[in-house]
């Protein structure tokens, strides 16, 4: 239970000073202005290939785009821009986004967020969808793992005011990539990766197996 406390008090001190000293705070207007998903529109193409037409991939290790929120997709883009996120196949647009200027790369992400999130299936495995549901609902207090709806809500939506990502429908590849490079501190981008480091670290193989396939399937 203590060991908890010090978890809990701990992330809000990581909060505490996101907000007040985030480099890219200063990128983005305070109250966050919304992009024109149209202009973006006619910036994407060079991403579909990979993150589909309508931001909705085809390969299970490619993340989808569409639907996530605009301020999360930003912020994102800003860290590949600046060499802070890296990603072999990401690399081949980082001179593409270098060339945007910040407005462009807000208004891709409004594109996306425009768009609509293709549902997911999950595995239809009754123990991994148990361990799934749990530890997603409420996470396990003994290895201070929280609950991820806390962040990303019941269904997996995120918070779009706090730049929170959605995870409902999302690849379950990417998922489990990603979860294990939190885990492995290779996602590093930001202060904000620095959250999911701390809980990533305290989660089994199989549990990030059962997380990516009950995300995956989550929808409202
Ligand atoms: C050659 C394939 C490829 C292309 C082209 C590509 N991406 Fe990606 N993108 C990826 C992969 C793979 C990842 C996951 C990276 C990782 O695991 O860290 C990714 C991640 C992202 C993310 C982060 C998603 C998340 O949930 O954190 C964003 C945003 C993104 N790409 C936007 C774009 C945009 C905008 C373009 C076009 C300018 C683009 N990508 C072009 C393959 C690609
Ligand atoms: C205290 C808030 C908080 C909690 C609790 C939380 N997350 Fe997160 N999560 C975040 C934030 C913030 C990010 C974005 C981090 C970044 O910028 O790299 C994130 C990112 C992620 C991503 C990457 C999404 C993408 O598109 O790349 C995954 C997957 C994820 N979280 C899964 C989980 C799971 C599973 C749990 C529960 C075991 C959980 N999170 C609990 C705040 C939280």
């Given at each position: 239970?203590?060991?908890?406390?010090?978890?809990?008090?701990?992330?809000?001190?990581?909060?505490?000073?996101?907000?007040?000293?985030?480099?890219?705070?200063?990128?983005m207007p305070h109250g966050f202005k919304s992009g024109d998903a149209q202009k973006g529109s006619a910036l994407v193409g060079v991403c579909a290939s990979c993150h589909g037409a309508d931001g909705n991939s085809i390969s299970s290790d490619w993340p989808k785009l569409a639907g996530q929120n605009q301020r999360y997709l930003y912020e994102q883009l800003q860290y590949f821009k600046a060499g802070e996120r890296n990603n072999a196949l990401m690399m081949s647009v980082v001179p593409y986004l270098q060339s945007l200027q910040d407005s462009d790369i807000l208004d891709i992400a409004a594109f996306y967020e425009s768009q609509v999130m293709s549902g997911g299936q999950a595995k239809d495995d009754e123990e991994l969808l148990e361990m799934g549901s749990m530890l997603y609902r409420f996470g396990n207090m003994k290895k201070a793992i929280p609950?991820?709806?806390?962040?990303?809500?019941v269904y997996g939506n995120g918070n779009s005011l706090a730049g929170f990502p959605a995870l409902a429908g999302q690849q379950v590849g990417y998922l489990t990539s990603t979860l294990k490079a939190y885990r492995s501190k290779e996602r590093n981008a930001g202060e904000q990766a620095l959250v999911m480091q701390s809980i990533a670290q305290n989660l089994s193989d199989e549990e990030i197996d059962a997380l990516a396939n009950y995300m995956h399937g989550l929808y409202k």
């Open positions: 239970m203590k060991s908890f406390l010090v978890f809990i008090v701990s992330f809000s001190i990581i909060f505490t000073i996101n907000a007040e000293d985030s480099s890219h705070s200063e990128d609950a991820c709806t806390a962040c990303h809500s």
